[in-house]
């Protein structure tokens, strides 16, 4: 049994090297990449929207969109003028660093500051896979309600930020954010939690104070 | 290559002979099963919560909860005086038939009438895995978007019946009801769709109805 290799094993050590050679290269490029993970429809899109109307003037953006079918949230931000590159998984339920390679090679993006990796919508999956970001974003909605840290440990652990959205819905929902903010604490003591609102804009400016800080401190670091 | 077995084919094909083994044991009692599929935080346990307080004393209902961590599904079902077995796939993504045989061994349900198996939150990975119910039940919050069907067309693609929830919030999203609809209808022209308020109580009453004409349907067939 010592000889034998979880198959999904040999796949997370290969996913591992391609994610590395992709840190790499964005070490050396200068760029910021941020790898969004969420469940479907918490707002990944719709907060790297609002995001890049506030910091395309400012910040060369660009984004990867995982989903697993739809060019739908590529094309809403192309429609904001920064390059968007679709990567359509068919039916699997996460990215994997290849696939970012791969994506990096055909979409030819200009240099950029910060890179946008939004994953498939799963709360799950995309947890154990690399993309060579610096680090990984965990947005939960107020709707999708107050257990779902402690319920999906691995991500809140993980992620370096939380982004609660949708903060305009607490009104009309149970939410607590306070519990919220007990177990990511509890999960991951040294985390970021934000509350947002991408429609009030709520929140939204001290997330891209936060990406335009981790941008300068990336670059102060040597390659 | 026409002798090598895809590891994932040999998985759901075990997967398959478990689920008929179940199918043919709920046949026998005269058990309607639903498997119920969503992101995590679409209010599947909440939909169970009032479907159990208007049903309990007309029927024998039971649950068995698929979650990566906590009790606190089943627990929320046991306070309202049914048996709810548990079952933690540690971070693993779906239910699979052999997790349901054992929690069905393990738990000792009473004889039931209805026997809902709510499923990890997960919109992707649970559509691939029978679970020898009658018949899958997608749901989707008003708040994750009206984009999701055509996003994740397999589950809405196989689920006999489509549950929107949380239509209270409506007043507040800029969800389209009829797109919704109109991507069911595409993806599953025989679907069901029904619109829901587990809160307000807003077509709660039709889902207990269908529930009850499909489990009187399924008794009318030979077992």
Known sequence: MSETIDPRQKILAANAAAAAALRSSFAAAGTLV???ISSP???KTTLLEATTRRLVQRL???CIEG???????ADRLRALGIPAYQILTGGACHLDARQVHRALDEAVFPPLDVLFIENVGNLICPTSYDLGEDFKVALLSVA???DKPFKYPAIFARAEVTVITKSDLLPYTSFDLD????????LNPDGVLLATS????????A??????????GKRRQPA
């Open 60 to 62: 060369r953006l660009g």
């Open 198 to 205: 991408s429609r009030t804009g709520e929140g939204v400016d």
């Open 179 to 186: 519990a919220v903010r007990r177990q990511v604490t509890t």
């Open 67 to 73: 989903d697993i079918a739809t060019e739908r949230d």
């Open 144 to 146: 999708e309600g107050d």
């Open 41 to 43: 429809g918490s707002g």
């Open 34 to 36: 941020l790898n969004l």
């Open 207 to 216: 997330w891209c104070q936060l990406l335009a800080d981790r941008l300068a």
